[in-house]
């Protein structure tokens, strides 16, 4: 007796539901991806599927847009003199910018040193009470 393939039949993916040609009848899902994907749904390993190829394209898209208009900021940004508009002078902004980091530099030194200073005056203060506190027994704290 001649070995008869099984004739093809119409079986719908567990998994995506789309119609596929079998002629395997233990066969459940059209695809081996789509077998994987139920299998991970079932024992929930991988709830989510992996990012369509759309998706990824439309995440490299949206990259790229952020890079290149990070590009022009930075090409943009350091060349003010390129701006043809009359505006008050872009260096004036830039030259008080700079004078107010100096000025909060300073600002910042000066308390430094009133901070080291005052912690020296408190150190002065504490060595001549100490001093005083031996022949008087009493403490101010
Ligand atoms: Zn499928």
Not at 24 to 34: A, G
Not at 86 to 115: D, G, M, N, W
Request: charge should be positive; hydrophobic fraction near 30%; glycine fraction near 2%.
């Amino acid at each position: 007796m001649p070995y008869v393939p099984r004739p093809a039949t119409i079986v719908r993916c567990a998994h995506c539901s789309t119609p596929f040609e079998s002629r395997n009848l233990r066969r459940k899902y059209c695809s081996n991806s789509c077998n994987v994907l139920a299998s991970y749904q079932r024992t929930g390993a991988r709830s989510e599927p992996r990012p369509s190829k759309a998706d990824l394209e439309r995440g490299l898209a949206t990259l790229i847009e952020l890079m290149t208009a990070k590009e022009r900021a930075a090409a943009s940004a350091p060349k003010p003199i390129a701006a043809p508009k009359p505006k008050p002078a872009p260096e004036t902004k830039e030259l008080s910018l700079s004078e107010a980091k100096a000025k909060l530099q300073e600002l910042a030194y000066a308390r430094k040193k009133v901070r080291e200073l005052t912690e020296k005056l408190a150190e002065d203060k504490k060595l001549k009470e100490t001093k005083p506190a031996k022949t008087s027994p009493k403490h101010s704290r």
